[in-house]
């Protein structure tokens, strides 16, 4: 097909700065889209723009074309909407409740229905029925400091009763900075988190902007679902004259919106949008409104919805998408969506069918899709600073300003000028020139002056201590001529990043210097750097635990149980602390199969010598730390073999070596047989206690006979040397009674300088004892170990997915095959990644701790940077949209910190000090 070598592209896409609505990176999208072969991908996250930065530069990392967007709910219908159909009734009334009257009649100005008569309290009145008059009610008394709700609850609401939604992409520049300013005024117009998107509103920024209809949450796919199509005309007309058109792409910038989910009325829906567009004159586009990257990321998807409105999968299954068809698709896979697929010529009881009003929209759509991609550019201009501004005197300059005032704190700072001061001085106004951060180095001055006549406490910190600019502007308190101090530390005309001031301010009073700097510089000038709230291991655990339907007691213990603050190593910690050892036992572990397999292996490990018959290793007990326990043999003193009483709790004829940290039913079974074992065999080689003993020279024949047995029966049968270890001899040798070998001792059994690589005559070690069974022995501890997993190093079974391929690339300065070095190279361990694919399949705890990890780094929310905050010379709003923050008076913009360097927004850090 023709249109499907034009370029592809999907301009319908949320991520997880939808917060809890989408369920992939900016990333993961921008490789998957590569992966599709889409050429161009818009980024349309509800009700802001906070992952528009990021998306951009991993979309130019991949080599994929960014598309800025975002997807607005309005408060209020295009057309007067008496019945309801558009804003349900319910939602409406809701919004308003509590605000004044003055709210709900600013928003009936603002294009909402008419005819309506409110209440005193801005509310509508009770219906009337049954021939009794509607009830009134009276505006409810306020007590003194009330103020409205600075959040709204959207639990449990469904998006079909919340406002229509809209798509609005960014052409280039101008489209970028009006959906900033867009976003901004419908933020700070509405409360934390519920922005207020009106048509009074939209109508005053849509330069350079691209609309389409959106989903079937739209007004205008809401008004065909209930059969309204004279109010869906009426309202796509009055989208379509607020749109620019693009040159060759139709009479207006306004797109009807085509999407095929296999539901059962999308047939219906698209032969009805296609029908509409075509008697207006519109163009259509093709989109999959994709939340996802992948379909298997659909669980995760669902998980995030339940936990956006606090219920559990299966209490808020009808708040979930109805199936996996919303993830990015291919153009080729969108092709083979068209409704009512036509009938062909040639094939039995199948006639020819002329195209479809709905298909011929759908193959215009997927063309124009690519059309709108490729028109579409966006440049952010990440490599331009973005510097702040200070008004200066009259016939002054921000240079010629900073310079006097910098020579006046000089004379008053030193005294006298020395030609070192002077010299330094005019070094580093050089470089401030140069760099243009003389009104940076003016703003922090001003807050320093501000804080002295308020009597603030305040100080600047940090690498600003490095320069005499600082010093002299009285920011920092220390002398860098007296203390030699580098002032390239500070600023470096070879850095990529510039500097931030970091300054002190008293906890106590550094709200006036905020309010300060707000009055003077501006709202429009100033925001706060907003902290990204990520899930982390705890709140993954619990948010995750509640969403798939665990025991609140059990995700509280799970919860507290952890130690670690990254959500992919949540597997790790549990498996190293005991009370969780029953959720990982592998099927069969701790059976009677498994049992009969360690007794009828115990065996092995006897013939070896390297472990007793309780199962533990015989090492030294001595404090010397070397050779074997020599000196506890039948020939031994009886005080040293003497009965230990057995511990008080341990019942008789039970070992008080069982139910240690490492033992398991299996382990727990065998060391009661060989108990009973040894009682029946009474072996001469036992104290008096049961335990067995062995002399040196004992150890060495058996181990020897071992080896023997082992090198002849695999036909190479090979002379051993007599081991460097020495049998027992007098308690003098051996410096006392039950003692390890003497230092001379030890001094002959040990190898020639000469012979290091323990294969000499005069060196044996002896060998690890073999598993029994299925599991190997601790040479710790002695005890029976759990079967060994195939599983990667957070313990995730290895089954999902097959080991990553290990990179060939020759290292930086090295060469191929380059012979490694004696001298060890210790880097930083790569973090865990979660595993892919479904999880079906899984056991409820392993899709617990699987989602867990996959939700690790998933933003939640904003919140305020602890003193992060941007004074620019344009107006902030064209260049980061802002929001309302929490506390009252304090604006964000939605961007954090590492956007800002991206975006080279020079930021200033008014910090607390206590």
């Excluded at 956006?308 to 990015?328: M, V």
């Excluded at 029953?582 to 099927?587: D, G, K, L, M, S």
């Excluded at 012979?755 to 002695?782: H, K, L, N, W, Y």
Aim: overall charge neutral.
């Amino acid at each position: 097909m023709f249109y499907l070598r034009r370029m592809a592209a999907e301009l319908h896409c949320h991520s997880h700065f939808s917060f809890l609505d989408g369920a992939s990176s900016v990333d993961q999208l921008a490789e998957r889209a590569v992966e599709l072969g889409l050429e161009a991908l818009a980024l349309t996250d509800h009700q802001g723009l906070y992952g528009a930065v990021r998306f951009v530069a991993a979309a130019e990392e991949v080599g994929l074309r960014p598309i800025v967007g975002l997807e607005v709910e309005l408060q209020d219908p295009a057309v007067p909407d008496p019945a309801g159909l558009v804003v349900p009734p319910g939602r409406l009334a809701g919004r308003h409740r509590g605000r004044g009257p003055s709210a709900a009649r600013g928003w009936l100005d603002a294009g909402g229905p008419a005819g309506e008569d409110l209440q005193v309290d801005g509310s509508r009145p009770r219906p009337a029925f049954d021939g009794q008059p509607a009830r009134l009610r009276a505006a409810r008394p306020r007590p003194p400091g009330y103020r409205d709700v600075r959040r709204e609850d959207l639990r449990g609401i469904r998006d079909r009763e919340r406002g229509p939604h809209l798509i609005l992409l960014a052409r280039d520049a101008t489209g970028y900075r009006s959906l900033c300013r867009l976003v901004s005024a419908a933020q700070l117009a509405g409360t934390k988190g519920v922005p207020r998107f009106s048509q009074a509103l939209l109508d005053e920024h849509t330069e350079g902007l691209i609309g389409l209809s959106g989903c079937r949450s739209s007004e205008i796919a809401r008004r065909l679902l209930a059969g309204d199509r004279v109010g869906a005309a009426t309202a796509a007309r009055r989208y379509a004259a607020r749109f620019a058109p693009l040159d060759g792409l139709g009479e207006s910038g306004f797109f009807v919106e085509l999407q095929h989910h296999l539901l059962p009325d999308d047939d219906f829906l698209v032969a009805e949008l296609a029908g509409l567009a075509r008697e207006l004159g519109l163009p259509c586009v093709v989109t999959n409104d994709a939340h996802y990257a992948r379909p298997e990321d659909r669980e995760l998807q669902d998980v995030l919805v339940s936990i956006r409105h606090g219920l559990s999968l299966e209490a808020g299954a009808a708040l979930r998408r109805p199936n996996g068809e919303y993830g990015l698709r291919s153009a080729a896979e969108l092709a083979a969506l068209p409704p009512g697929q036509p009938g062909s010529a040639g094939q039995p009881g199948s006639a020819w069918q002329p195209e479809s009003v709905g298909q011929a929209a759908w193959r215009e759509g997927l063309r124009l899709a690519g059309e709108i991609g490729a028109r579409c550019r966006v440049e952010l201009e990440f490599e331009r600073y973005r510097f702040p501004g200070f008004e200066v005197p009259p016939r002054e300059t921000p240079f010629s300003h900073l310079e006097r005032l910098c020579h006046e704190g000089a004379r008053r700072r030193y005294q006298p000028m020395t030609p070192a001061v002077v010299k330094q001085l005019a070094h580093e106004l050089e470089v401030i020139e140069r760099t243009g951060l003389a009104e940076f180095f003016l703003i922090c001055w001003d807050l320093m002056r501000f804080a002295r006549e308020r009597a603030i406490p305040a100080q600047g910190r940090g690498s600003a201590g490095d320069s005499i600019v600082a010093y002299a502007l009285g920011i920092t308190r220390v002398d860098p001529i007296r203390h030699g101090l580098l002032f390239e530390r500070f600023i470096n005309e070879g850095r990529t990043v510039y500097p931030d001031v970091d300054i002190d301010f008293a906890s106590s009073r550094r709200e006036e210097v905020i309010q300060y700097v707000y009055e003077r510089y501006g709202a429009a000038h100033t925001g706060m750097v907003c902290n990204l709230v990520t899930y982390r291991a705890r709140s993954a655990v619990r948010e995750v635990g509640y969403a798939l339907g665990f025991p609140r007691a059990l995700v509280d213990r799970v919860a507290k149980a952890l130690e670690t603050y990254d959500a992919v190593m949540v597997r790790r910690d549990l498996e190293a602390d005991g009370g969780f050892a029953e959720f990982f036992r592998v099927p069969g572990e701790g059976s009677d199969a498994a049992a009969r397999a360690a007794e009828a292996g115990a065996g092995a490990a006897e013939d070896r010598a390297f472990v007793d018959r309780m199962g533990q290793l015989r090492y030294p007990r001595s404090g010397n730390g070397a050779g074997w326990d020599a000196g506890a043999g039948r020939d031994a003193d009886p005080a040293a073999t003497a009965v230990t009483a057995a511990p008080r709790g341990v019942p008789r004829g039970r070992s008080d070596d069982e139910g240690g940290p490492g033992d398991t039913p299996a382990s727990v079974a065998w060391l009661r047989a060989e108990q009973a074992r040894t009682r029946g065999r009474g072996d001469r080689d036992h104290d008096h206690a049961g335990r067995p003993v062995i002399t040196l020279a004992s150890s060495s024949r058996t181990l020897r006979g071992a080896q023997a047995r082992e090198m002849g029966s695999a036909g190479g049968a090979a002379e051993l040397g007599t081991p460097p270890v020495k049998r027992a001899a007098s308690s003098v040798e051996l410096g006392g009674v039950g003692s390890g070998p003497s230092p001379t001792a030890l001094a002959s059994s040990w190898p020639d300088h000469d012979d290091v690589s323990g294969t000499g005559p005069m060196f044996a070690v002896p060998e690890a004892p073999g598993p029994i069974g299925r599991r190997a022995i601790d040479p710790e501890t002695g005890v029976l170990l759990p079967p060994e997993r195939r599983s990667d190093r957070l313990g995730r079974p290895a089954r999902w997915d097959p080991p990553p391929e290990r990179s060939t690339a020759v290292p930086a300065g090295g060469f191929a095959g380059e012979v490694a070095s004696s001298v060890a190279r210790v880097g930083p361990e790569p973090r865990p990644e979660p595993r892919s694919g479904s999880t079906v399949g899984l056991s409820p705890w392993e899709r617990w701790l699987e989602l867990c990890a996959r939700i690790d780094g998933v933003p939640r929310h904003l919140s305020i940077h602890t003193g992060g905050m941007l004074v620019t010379r344009a107006p902030l709003v064209d260049i980061a949209p802002l929001e309302r923050a929490t506390m009252p008076g304090r604006v964000v913009v939605q961007y954090d910190k590492r956007d800002i360097e991206t975006l080279k927004l020079i930021k200033l850090d008014l910090l607390g000090l206590r």
